[in-house]
């Protein structure tokens, strides 16, 4: 049976319109008939990007995607939103074509986005009246578009594309890419790494910086003979910058040349073109998000001081441009800072930083003070600054609220809501209450641990157990919603759900998180050993209905807890790290190590890697693997769940051929969701 076709966005704008314009309106009218959180009700919440400010302050944009999930596709629009009290917001962007990564020109009168239109097979970049109107496109690049920013003169606009040096010229790159799409041949070669990242294969092509007009003229590469390109693993719109008198880029590029030691530098470059400078060479740790202050006398960025080590804590260094001289800003902060963005009077930075399980929105003072916490309750993403005076809005959501638009007060960080997103849905959904608790862990060391209640929890009850295993291992699970792995709608099968942040989580200051580095097994483990203790000793748990699962390094804790003693009556391991040497086909797997390699760690990795303890495997569980993902290589699952089949442990294979680590698709989500449901319902029944 073909797919059903799509259906026109036309018929979700006044779904959306109608939910910007509650914005304006009281605080919807509770449904005494609401029903707890369904993934089925889940997709049908509207997903909410990080604002962009114009230059004024007055207006915000932001995207917002809503998934039709029959067609088993989302739509992605551009949303104007005043940031007055009681504003109304409108669509700027509509049709089936996605439209993102929106950017205001100087003077608000226009913006530029990225889209996919007329059947282009990459993403283009497009000029639109602020206000709204109609879209005309700037670039017609074979290679495709990306990560538009304006130049403070208001006509020049830069973007990212990747190309292949030696195919410079479009007849060029449309036969490479000809030739590549349709060949006899289907091998692909390396010599160095990496050769995939994510969810597919890497090819020969470079990322770099090109330069356009409000005209749609021919774009010029200030980078692609500077010597340096934009770095391959995470390059966004955060990854460069334009200096304020539009002469100089910097940059984020991989200083290093074995490909097996990355080290992420800033680099500076003429917008003219010319060679490009490391400007962070003397540290040979990561160095990310360059950004001049608005006055042009600063260049920002995040600096680590441990090379090789991806959750090292960031530390903001500033460089005086005239005088070259360099200081790092707050150095006693022990928290991570990210997505920096300068006050407009260029007296200081805003950031955001993991603090204890929740991120918060920390203000940098140029004067070298301590930072301070502008905001405490709720978890906040995506801030931006602009205007005189400053306004600033943000994402704020929290375990049981999605991310929606706030305006945050810059003197005593109180937020009001701009955006009546989702507001209507939700009152039709009752969520469960959300606690945070600590407990002693590994060597009595407090744990913060999330407690999600299903909705009319009832403590004269006993309810089983979902202990969630977070992933990374050192990204700490905090006061933020989740679309894999919904707590809430767990919750509302009738399961007490917990995440804890076992040592390794990040937010909890620098020892914490690198406690793990050279044993990723024993401290988590006894951390969630105690978790389960502690619940335990709670009236409302029943101690026979306890079960744990999670995905990518929570699939590891997962399939660890297999070969150990452990409460559980059942897992799940979703892209789960069974055996911890093959894992080297990872698409990070030919990065040497911090503290050495495998075969020089013998003991270390006998004790950590899951497979050497097969022998003791008997809980049943649930592995789940998507066959795209080369994070986690699907060997990993697939050598698991033969394992299991040998020992004759019941467990159950799911496969999603066309997901990458994470399960991103709504049909495939939805039967995500119900096979867990399943399982759990199988060997611990609400």
Request: hydrophobic share 40%; glycine share 8%; with cysteine.
């Amino acid at each position: 049976m073909p797919p059903p076709a799509p259906r026109p966005l036309a018929c979700l704008a006044p779904v959306l319109l109608a939910a910007m314009a509650m914005a304006a309106s009281v605080a919807a009218t509770p449904d005494p008939d609401a029903q707890p959180l369904s993934a089925a009700a889940m997709w049908k919440l509207a997903r909410v990007g990080e604002p962009r400010l114009s230059p004024d302050g007055s207006r915000a944009v932001f995207t917002i995607t809503r998934y039709d999930v029959e067609a088993n596709r989302g739509y992605t629009q551009i949303v104007l939103l005043p940031t007055g009290a009681g504003a109304a917001g409108r669509l700027l962007t509509s049709g089936p074509a996605p439209s993102a990564e929106p950017a205001w020109s100087p003077d608000g009168r226009a913006l530029v986005f990225v889209s996919r239109r007329d059947g282009e097979p990459e993403p283009q970049v497009y000029l639109l009246p602020g206000d709204g109107g109609e879209a005309r496109r700037l670039t017609h690049l074979p290679t495709g578009a990306a990560m538009p920013r304006w130049f403070p003169d208001g006509r020049r606009i830069s973007f990212v594309s990747r190309v292949w040096p030696d195919a410079r010229d479009e007849p060029a790159a449309r036969k490479r890419l000809r030739e590549r799409a349709e060949p006899a041949m289907t091998a692909r070669t390396w010599e160095h790494a990496p050769f995939s990242r994510g969810d597919h294969f890497l090819d020969d092509r470079e990322a770099h910086l090109f330069v356009t007009d409000v005209d749609g003229a021919e774009p010029f590469s200030p980078t692609l003979d500077s010597g340096q390109h934009l770095d391959l693993a995470d390059n966004d719109v955060a990854s460069y910058d334009i200096s304020p008198d539009g002469r100089e880029i910097a940059f984020v590029a991989d200083a290093d040349t074995t490909h097996v030691r990355a080290n992420r530098d800033v680099y500076v470059v003429a917008a003219s073109g010319g060679p490009a400078r490391d400007v962070t060479a003397d540290n040979e740790a990561d160095d990310l998000e360059p950004r001049y202050s608005p006055d042009g006398r600063w260049l920002a960025w995040l600096a680590q001081a441990k090379p090789r080590f991806y959750a090292d804590t960031r530390q903001v260094r500033l460089l005086e441009r005239t005088s070259g001289a360099r200081r790092a800003l707050a150095a006693g902060f022990d928290r991570s800072p990210e997505g920096i963005t300068w006050s407009p009077d260029s007296r200081g930075l805003y950031a955001i930083a993991e603090d204890r399980a929740t991120r918060r929105i920390f203000h940098f003072p140029l004067s070298g003070r301590e930072p301070r916490p502008l905001t405490q309750a709720g978890d906040y993403a995506g801030i931006a600054i602009a205007g005189a005076p400053a306004v600033m809005v943000a994402l704020r959501q929290s375990l049981a609220e999605p991310p929606n638009l706030v305006r945050v007060a810059l003197h005593g960080g109180a937020a009001t809501p701009l955006s009546g997103i989702n507001r209507s849905p939700l009152t039709h959904v009752r969520m469960g209450t959300v606690e945070s608790v600590t407990y002693p862990g590994a060597g009595g060391t407090p744990i913060q641990m999330w407690v999600v209640k299903p909705p009319d929890f009832d403590s004269a009850r006993r309810y089983p157990l979902l202990l969630l295993l977070h992933g990374g291992p050192h990204n700490a699970i905090t006061d933020q919603w989740q679309w894999h792995w919904n707590a809430q709608v767990f919750a509302a099968w009738g399961y007490v759900v917990a995440w804890h942040n076992f040592h390794g989580s990040s937010g909890f200051g620098e020892a914490f998180t690198d406690s793990i580095t050279r044993d990723w097994a024993q401290l988590p483990y006894e951390d969630t050993i105690r978790a389960a203790d502690w619940f335990r000793g709670q009236p409302w748990i029943d101690p026979e209905r306890m079960v744990a699962g999670g995905a990518s390094y929570g699939g590891y804790l997962a399939t660890l807890l297999l070969g150990r003693p452990h409460p559980f009556k059942a897992l799940i391991a979703h892209a789960a790290v069974f055996d911890l040497y093959t894992q080297q086909a990872s698409d990070f797997g030919a990065q040497r190590q911090r503290f050495g390699e495998y075969w020089e760690r013998g003991p270390e990795y006998t004790a950590q890697s899951p497979h050497l303890y097969a022998a003791n495997f008997n809980t049943p569980t649930l592995v789940i693997h998507n066959a795209l993902d080369m994070r986690v290589p699907v060997d990993q699952g697939l050598e698991l769940f033969n394992v299991l089949q040998n020992r004759g442990v019941p467990s159950k294979l799911v496969m999603f051929p066309d997901e990458g680590h994470w399960v991103l698709k709504p049909q495939n989500s939805l039967y995500w969701y119900q096979t867990v449901r399943e399982w759990l319902a199988r060997f611990a029944p609400p």
